[in-house]
């Protein structure tokens, strides 16, 4: 009964999320853009109502089968996420002692689906995006496995709801202050946003779905959204202290900090530049990973 | 119950999708395909409460499957359904090693004594693991680890596009002494990164 | 007509924009209609608007391009010409409102009130199989061959690191959203670095949107349309853009010319509204500039030149190419041809 609760409440409250995600996307845009936007709530409801009306076109010989495996494991990869997260003191829909792995390995699948989504369409513009996607996607991989490892090591433990309980005194985003902003710009990366959207971006004209028509493009703008909202909720546990918080009920307090984590990955997307990939492979192995390990120094100084 | 379903429908989708890997015409479906064996079989593992081992076998494969793929395509680069490839070459030697790796394996399952007591649930397997692994020699298998991760990030950063004098294409030449004078240091052999590829074009 | 036709005629109408010769100024501005969006990708339109003079060099990619839409879709013809395969579309003078007019086709689109626009060009591939391999692969042994007339990539010697990958041919443009209007380029890529460059088709005279492009081509497409308001002293504008990082973000001495100036400085120049002389004559083709650079680099250079600069370096022609280079590279009209 708890669990078909559970499951239920999952996913309402993850089509709220991808509601609000596309509402905020909408506000921000509309806000930099400097014009005003008309009704940024309805505008994607209706868009989807379009692209589900629209036909779906297919290139020459493309690679059907992945194509469909690519959107559905890229939603099903955010869902897990969603489904690690504690909603409460040893409550979760994945129960796993080493759930910080799993999302580990969730991280190392979006590269293939992503991959798999530029493969498929049979079409140059699509297959560099992919090709560039892995690139970036591998060492950013690698600068969140040591920022999580930091972040378990207070909790000297791999399970989420143990990271959550350490959490208790003191959050892991001020007792760890690099890791929130390294471990963001990995989100950035895993939804294909802003300065980390090597793969759907506009110098390729949308990259791995510029051949994505109809219900396609419908289905993986959503997987997007959906894995937008299993990042920040496992953000939120990481290192805002998930659940935890006064007089709220601790689900709702996890559904603040997950939004509140959504808002600041969309609107650095808005925000920040992206440079070319030489360019940010440059930086994530001579600035970015030297960060994370000092990050994982002084969190093993500070647990010893 | 549950559990024996499970592990039943995913020996069948390992096999099933381990067999694909040799009867599909793109090198990325095989690719893929070997994959999916591979993280059904990460996926029994759990079941077998062996958490981390499973775990980790998805995300190594995952990585490794990915940069293996890429590999691929940039050496053949046959677009995805346009040119059917033939993925299986050589055939006496791998039908001979392949009758031979399942006899082997299978001898070597059917000879050994197999542990038949259930793990306990709840039990420390993490910590387990890692001394059966490691046991007294934890400290120098975590020193020898983080030295070989940071000769890899220097490896990179050394073979990075910006050299320590400007760009890596321009060579490692250092600035002279004096304005516009000879580089200091030590002679670098000018131009070796660019010999061989003036004839082809 | 059900509720999902009647919510989605509700949303802004997708346009995608094949842009002609002497195009209204007003085309640039289109996207900051709201309820206008305009598209990356033919795909995700319904509408292909026409704008300006289209060359008949360009008439048979324009077909294509048409024929890339999904249903349901149709054609406005906006200040431009009557073509032949289009004589069913819409047609918009100067003096009418584009916007009302985009917005009425959509809404008789979706009620079904006009039909579709059918085909063009026949639904099948331009040449024959011609796999010759065994299993039914197109070359001997694991690759090569020209299934369906298209040379399979093969690999070639690398510029940069001697790293031998495969070597892709194809046409890009001219109705790509990040090249200049008309630009239409034949690439030789090896994963995503040009190796070799010829220009297909020069840019149209005229263009002046280099600087909403370079902003998009950096994944700032809200800041992007902030530019087209255009308004002189916009604080908030150039505060944003220094915000974004969008200097660092370009390389140093990206594609520097003779005059000493590089995409950096350019970039400058645009965002601060300085309106520079055009660059001086240079004995430069795109060859020189962009070769060896990845894709992105080479749209960040292609992007920053102004409008006569670009067109008198496009004039400009490489030597040929050795014709012993490789065969497939001499059959031309057999390349895929990409026009997004």
Redesign the interface.
């Known amino acids: 009964m708890i669990v078909v609760l559970a499951i239920l409440g999952l996913f309402a409250f993850l089509i709220a999320s991808i509601w609000a995600a596309a509402t905020l996307d909408a506000v921000c845009r509309g806000w930099i853009a400097g014009g005003g936007t008309v009704s940024p709530a309805f505008t994607p409801l209706r868009t989807a109502a379009l692209w589900l009306s629209q036909q779906r076109l297919t290139t020459e010989a493309p690679d059907r089968l992945n194509a469909l495996l690519s959107i559905a494991g890229y939603f099903a990869l955010g869902l897990v996420g969603l489904a690690l997260v504690p909603i409460g003191p040893d409550t979760t829909l994945i129960a796993l002692p080493t759930s910080v792995v799993a999302w580990g390995a969730c991280e190392s699948l979006v590269v293939v689906v992503v991959f798999l989504h530029g493969w498929s369409p049979n079409a140059p513009l699509a297959l560099i995006g992919a090709y560039r996607y892995v690139a970036i996607g591998l060492p950013i991989m690698l600068l969140s496995m040591f920022v999580l490892i930091a972040a378990a090591l207070p909790a000297q433990s791999l399970d989420l709801r143990d990271i959550v309980t350490s959490q208790s005194s003191v959050w892991n985003v001020i007792r760890q202050p690099l890791g929130l902003p390294l471990f963001i710009l990995l989100g950035l990366s895993l939804t294909l946003r802003g300065p980390f959207d090597y793969a759907d971006s506009a110098d390729l004209a949308g990259g791995t779905s510029v051949e994505a028509s109809g219900p396609d493009r419908l289905g993986w703008q959503i997987a997007r959204l959906v894995m937008l909202t299993g990042f920040s909720a496992v953000a939120a546990s990481v290192f805002l202290g998930g659940y935890l918080g006064p007089v709220l009920p601790g689900p709702l307090w996890l559904a603040i900090k997950t939004l509140a984590i959504m808002t600041v990955v969309i609107g650095l997307s808005h925000l920040l530049a992206r440079m070319p990939v030489a360019r940010m492979m440059g930086l994530i192995w001579i600035g970015l990973l030297p960060l994370s390990f000092l990050d994982l120094i002084l969190a093993g100084v500070l647990a010893l | 119950m549950m559990t024996s379903i499970l592990f039943y429908a995913l020996s069948a989708l390992a096999i099933w999708s381990g067999w694909r890997v040799f009867r599909v015409d793109s090198m990325i479906r095989a690719t893929f395909a070997l994959m999916v064996s591979f993280i059904a079989v990460g996926a029994i593992a759990l079941l077998l409460s062996a958490d981390y081992i499973g775990v980790a076998t998805v995300f190594m494969m995952a990585v490794e499957m990915m940069v293996m793929g890429l590999f691929m395509i940039m050496f053949m680069m046959n677009p995805a359904g346009l040119n059917p490839m033939q993925m299986v070459h050589q055939y006496r030697f791998s039908i001979g090693a392949g009758v031979a790796s399942f006899v082997g394996l299978s001898v070597a399952v059917l000879t050994t004594a197999l542990p038949v007591s259930p793990l306990p649930p709840g039990g420390e397997t993490l910590r387990d693991l890692g001394t059966e692994l490691l046991g007294n020699s934890m400290l120098i298998f975590e020193t020898a680890g983080v030295t070989l991760l940071a000769t890899m990030v220097g490896a990179v950063v050394l073979s990075s596009a910006s050299g320590r004098f400007g760009s890596g294409s321009q060579g490692a030449q250092p600035p002279g002494l004096t304005e516009g004078g000879a580089p200091a240091g030590r002679k670098v052999d000018a131009g070796s990164g660019h010999s061989h590829h003036g004839g082809g074009h | 007509m059900s509720w999902?036709?009647r919510?989605?005629a509700?949303?802004?109408v997708?346009v995608f924009i094949a842009q002609g010769e002497s195009a209204p100024d007003a085309l640039a501005r289109l996207a900051?209609n709201?309820?206008i969006?305009v598209v990356?990708?033919p795909?995700?339109a319904?509408i292909l608007l026409i704008s300006g003079r289209i060359p008949s060099a360009l008439a048979d990619c324009l077909n294509r391009l048409h024929d890339?839409l999904?249903?349901?879709r149709a054609t406005v013809l906006w200040q431009s010409h009557a073509m032949e395969p289009f004589s069913n579309a819409v047609e918009v003078d100067a003096s009418d409102d584009i916007a009302n007019a985009l917005s009425a086709t959509f809404a008789d689109l979706?009620a079904g009130d006009r039909p579709s626009e059918a085909d063009i060009l026949p639904d099948a591939?331009p040449n024959e199989w011609r796999?010759i391999?065994?299993?039914?692969?197109?070359?001997k042994g694991?690759?090569g061959?020209t299934?369906?007339g298209?040379p399979?990539?093969k690999?070639d010697?690398?510029?940069?690191?001697?790293l031998s990958?495969?070597a892709?041919t194809?046409d890009?443009g001219p109705f790509?959203?990040?090249f200049p209007a008309g630009l239409a380029l034949t690439l030789t890529?090896q994963?995503?670095m040009i190796q070799a460059v010829t220009v297909a088709h020069p840019p149209f005279e005229g263009d002046t949107a280099a600087r909403e492009r370079l902003l998009?081509?950096?994944?700032?497409?809200?800041?992007a349309?902030?530019s087209l308001?255009g308004q002189k002293g916009?604080g908030?504008?150039r505060r944003?853009v220094r915000?974004?990082?969008?200097r660092?973000?370009?390389?140093a001495?990206l594609g520097r010319l003779p005059d000493g100036s590089d995409v950096r400085s350019r970039f400058d120049a645009m965002v601060t509204g300085l309106q520079t002389a055009p660059a001086s004559d240079t004995d430069m083709t795109l060859g020189d500039l962009l070769v060896g650079l990845?894709?992105?680099?080479a749209?960040?250079v292609i992007n920053s030149l102004d409008n006569a600069t670009l067109r008198g370096v496009c004039a400009r022609m490489d030597a040929p190419?050795?014709s012993t280079?490789d065969a497939t590279h001499a059959d031309h009209d057999m390349h895929?041809e990409?026009m997004?």
């Open positions: 999902i036709s919510l989605a509700r949303a802004p997708p900051l709201p309820a969006h990356d990708s795909r995700a319904c890339q999904p249903h349901p979706l591939p796999g391999g065994p299993h039914g692969q197109g070359g694991m690759m061959g299934p369906y298209r399979m990539a690999t010697d690398d510029i940069r690191d001697g990958l495969d892709y194809a890009f790509l959203p990040m890529l994963g995503d998009r081509l950096l994944g700032l497409s809200a800041l349309l902030r308001h916009d908030t504008f944003l915000l974004s990082r969008a660092a973000a370009i390389p001495d990845e894709w992105h680099e749209l960040l190419p050795d280079n895929a990409h997004g």
